[in-house]
């Protein structure tokens, strides 16, 4: 079955401690990129990587990090997460620049405290 | 850069009746596509519908159709015979469609959302 799957889901944690949430897919995309939703604000991208060793910066980096080392996996990562940081986060990828179909993961629920 | 307008933060409807989401872009490319994403309390996006700008006629599915206005940079969604398993949040969102087309090809812009609630 094609799929984005993200880990954890549900997270809980606190100011300053570094996270990793992970984003897989199985389609052999190119593109992969993460999202962040917040109330009255839609979904916003934060960070995009087109291919292997290929990522830049969305509209909202600011405070994350990405790595695309193999073409499966994009993970986010959060340094120093902060309160500002507690969002719903959505990896999305998508086959190559010219598709549209673009398949999301279920989300990861953070919360920092 | 382009913005993606939703006007309604909320609306409801009563089961079985009609109701249409609004959705304005401002964009300068010609070539793009515009999406529709449902998101129930699951928060798993949904696609419900597209349409590739260079069609002149409006996308539909089954219930689900839009008003496409190109000049206008306008697309809303009608939902016919709206059921309760439409209550949900609904994003529209846009995308640049152009080969070659740089760093932000394949970027979704979405708006704020309409929460729609459909009551029995």
């Known amino acids: 079955e094609a799929q984005v799957t993200q880990n954890p889901r549900y997270l809980i944690t606190v100011t300053g401690k570094k996270l990793t949430v992970t984003c897989s897919q199985n389609?052999?995309?190119?593109?992969m990129s993460w999202y962040r939703q917040d109330p009255g604000l839609g979904l916003r991208q934060i960070y995009y990587?087109?291919?292997?060793?290929?990522?830049d910066k969305g509209d909202v980096p600011e405070g994350y990090k990405v790595s695309r080392k193999e073409k499966r996996n994009f993970p986010l990562i959060l340094e120093s997460p902060s309160p500002n940081q507690t969002s719903l986060y959505f990896c999305?990828?998508?086959?190559?620049?010219?598709?549209?179909?673009?398949?999301f993961g279920p989300g990861t629920r953070l919360t920092v405290t | 850069a382009q913005t993606v307008t939703q006007s309604q933060p909320e609306m409801s409807v009563q089961e079985a009746e009609t109701v249409t989401l609004s959705c304005t872009y401002d964009?300068?490319?010609?070539?793009?596509?515009l999406f529709w994403y449902k998101q129930p309390p699951s928060r798993q996006m949904i696609l419900v519908i597209r349409?590739?700008?260079?069609?002149?006629q409006n996308a539909t599915e089954n219930r689900f159709s839009v008003n496409f206005q190109k000049a206008a940079k306008s697309f809303s969604l009608k939902i016919s015979d709206s059921q309760l398993g439409d209550t949900a949040m609904y994003f529209c969102?846009?995308?640049?469609?152009?080969?070659?087309?740089?760093?932000?090809?394949?970027?979704?812009?979405f708006g704020r959302g309409t929460q729609l609630t459909v009551w029995p």
């Open positions: 969102a846009f995308m640049k469609h152009r080969v070659g087309g740089g760093s932000t090809l394949g970027r979704l812009y």
């Open positions: 999305a990828s998508r086959q190559r620049p010219g598709s549209w179909e673009q398949y």
């Open positions: 389609m052999n995309h190119e593109y």
């Open positions: 990587s087109m291919n292997v060793e290929v990522t």
């Open positions: 349409q590739e700008a260079y069609k002149q």
């Open positions: 964009t300068s490319e010609n070539n793009y596509y």
